[in-house]
């Protein structure tokens, strides 16, 4: 399917809505039902048609078709954050006794699930350094049934080999999850490669205006289909009509967004690169980078965030040059349009700094839509005047 079909075109039916281009918010809770035989089909199945907007909406559908295509997947789920797509994805393929494996730090929150949620419940986690295939043989008991993966990450761009661990599951007939936020659809496909069921957050590059939150799962109808009838719509973390519609109109200008960020992360890296404040910087396409080979062969492109580690001789040095930023913004998130950056340094008091360690001299430095020379400009006067 062609990618200008799927965002301008798939799932959007203009003449029900009087020809109009944009689709209208569906602002409903509820819909009226004509006969009772048809609400008794609807009860039986709300997956087939509206009902109450806690299950199906059309706004949500059009999104829903678009980001399955998307993915090359069956079907898709459009939750009201990443983190509500991940816990009902998680909750639905575990149960009592099970086992997970899970690439260690994985998104945070992700983390408390399994530790804090999870674990109560008699399921036990363990975390392994997915750069290494073996690892998961290592780490495989007979009760494990799930794996969670996150291909690369949002720190250090960690790889697993996402088609080697899906056929290990697929033979152990365990599920796997990846977050596949980092890449997004247009430049990574988990679905094709092996793995059951894809999420990514829609609050990062899908939405790409840091206005709203979303979360997308993505799978096989089958799949998708039980988690719509049980977690989807008892824990009510569907996504609002409105929001949904937000990210309608952030797809359409996904791709010119996308190439213009991968763009200006050229220029950006090649920039940090020739720094003599830099000893050293992060990003899964530099062919420095520990695991480039596979980022080739896995990844259709990368952009947007840079991890470096900076030769401060204190935290104050870094904090300086964060708070000297004119133009460039210090918060979490990425993916929208604003270039952000984010020392790892923040949750230490400046007495914990320890120069020999990099971790506390690292930064994450998320490139947006801005003009690159714009950014370049502000990074050099702000380490000009720190360093
Ligand atoms: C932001 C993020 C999430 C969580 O998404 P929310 O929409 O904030 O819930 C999960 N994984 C990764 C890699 C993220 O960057």
């Given at each position: 399917m062609d990618l200008s079909y799927i965002i301008n075109e798939l799932g959007e039916e203009r003449g029900n809505y009087f020809n109009a281009v944009a689709p209208p918010i569906?602002?409903?809770?509820n819909f009226r039902v004509e006969k009772v035989d048809e609400l008794k089909k609807l009860f039986e199945d709300?997956?087939?048609?509206?009902?109450?907007s806690r299950g199906q909406n059309p706004t949500v559908e059009i999104l829903r078709k678009k980001l399955a295509a998307l993915d090359q997947a069956e079907d898709c789920l459009v939750f009201n954050s990443g983190m509500a797509a991940i816990f009902a994805a998680v909750l639905a393929s575990t149960r009592s006794g099970d086992h997970i494996i899970s690439v260690e730090n994985p998104y945070g929150w992700v983390k408390r699930i399994f530790d804090n949620t999870l674990s109560r419940f008699g399921v036990e986690t363990t975390y392994i350094d997915g750069t290494v295939l073996e690892n998961f043989e290592k780490a495989?008991?007979?009760?494990?049934?799930f794996i969670y993966l996150e291909s690369p990450n949002s720190w250090t761009y960690a790889l697993q080999d996402i088609a080697g661990v899906a056929g290990f599951s697929k033979k152990h007939g365990i599920t796997t999850l990846m977050d596949n936020t980092y890449c997004g659809p247009l430049y990574q496909q988990p679905i094709p490669l092996g793995i059951d069921l894809c999420m990514q957050t829609a609050t990062k590059y899908i939405g790409g205006h840091s206005d709203t939150l979303g979360g997308i799962l993505t799978g096989s109808k089958d799949r998708i289909k039980k988690i719509f009838s049980n977690e989807y719509l008892a824990v009510g973390s569907g996504i609002q009509p409105f929001n949904a519609w937000l990210l309608i109109r952030g797809l359409r200008t996904l791709e010119s967004r996308m190439s213009r960020i991968t763009a200006s992360t050229w220029r950006v890296l090649d920039y940090l690169r020739e720094n003599k404040r830099v000893e050293r910087l992060l990003f899964p396409l530099d062919p420095g980078f520990p695991q480039y080979e596979l980022a080739r062969n896995q990844m259709k492109n990368a952009c947007g965030l840079i991890s470096f580690y900076v030769k401060a001789e204190s935290r104050q040095q870094i904090v300086s040059f964060c708070e000297g930023l004119k133009h460039i913004m210090m918060a979490v998130s990425w993916g929208g349009h604003e270039s952000l950056i984010l020392p790892?340094?923040?949750?230490?008091?400046n007495q914990q700094?320890?120069?020999?360690?990099p971790d506390h001299r690292m930064l994450r430095l998320y490139v947006g839509l801005e003009d690159p020379d714009y950014l370049i400009r502000d990074l050099e006067q702000s380490f000009g005047r720190s360093f």
């Open positions: 569906m602002q409903t809770s709300e997956y087939g048609g509206y009902l109450y495989r008991r007979p009760n494990t049934r790892r340094c923040a949750v230490l008091e700094f320890e120069r020999g360690n």
